[in-house]
């Protein structure tokens, strides 16, 4: 069964300092992609930054990098140069690419951490 | 604003009532998919839409549960006679197609039974 596990229920981090925000998955698919996404207050999605499990490369947008380490089914978000802003939860997903013929469309999200920027 | 809309924002209800939400995808986008989000959880899938075809259904929707996408533009998710454990955030989302990996997320209706 495809799961993401999120351990770190809560984070602080200092402003303008780096953090990083842990995340694993398990599934038996070898296509699939990871994501990360963010939901201020307002609750609203935010889509941060996408991983496939082919890619090479680390993916990397602006502020947010993820460590991606595939032997291990890691994916953990690194958010660099803190701001007050980027208070909020951080969830983990994963959607399996293409399984049993079907493409599956889905996210299968973890239970998310809540990051705290101290001024 | 082109991008996911969701109606209404807040719902209040009693128990046993029926409610419906809407959802307006971005224009171009032939998926759409809906979630659950329950408090402290991350958003749980639903069921989602090739079109106007009901692609997938996950064993978490209910026979209480159903989900139109007639024209293949807006989606209704009905709830009848809502149960208490119904109250969370239902969160719509978009994507171009199946190969396109962003999903767009609406800002969610809030969903009270008391």
């Known amino acids: 069964a495809q799961k993401i596990t999120q351990t770190q229920p809560g984070m602080f981090v200092q402003e303008k300092e780096a953090v990083t925000l842990d995340c694993t998955y398990d599934?038996?698919?070898?296509?699939?992609?990871l994501f990360w996404y963010k939901q201020p207050s307002s609750g609203e999605m935010i889509f941060l930054i996408y991983q496939g499990s082919y890619d090479q490369q680390n993916a990397t947008e602006g502020r947010y990098s993820l460590n991606f380490q595939k032997a291990r089914k890691s994916a953990n978000l690194v958010i660099s140069a803190s701001q007050l802003g980027d208070s909020a939860m951080y969830f983990c997903a994963m959607r399996v690419e293409i399984s049993h013929g079907g493409s599956q469309g889905n996210l299968i999200f973890g239970k998310g951490t809540k990051l705290s920027v101290k001024p | 604003d082109t991008g996911v809309s969701q109606d209404p924002r807040h719902k209040i209800t009693k128990r046993g009532q029926n409610v419906t939400f809407r959802c307006d995808p971005i224009s171009e986008h032939n998926r759409l998919y809906w979630y659950r989000q329950t408090l402290g959880q991350g958003p749980e899938f639903l069921t989602y839409f090739q079109n106007e075809a009901q692609l997938e259904k996950s064993r978490l929707l209910s026979d209480r549960f159903s989900a139109e996408r007639p024209k293949g533009s807006f989606s209704t998710l009905e709830i009848q006679r809502t149960e208490q454990g119904d109250s969370a955030m239902y969160l719509c989302?978009?994507?171009?197609?199946?190969?396109?990996?962003?999903?767009?997320f609406g800002p969610g209706t809030r969903l009270t039974v008391t």
């Open positions: 989302a978009s994507s171009l197609s199946a190969v396109s990996y962003e999903q767009y």
């Open positions: 599934t038996s698919d070898p296509s699939y992609g």
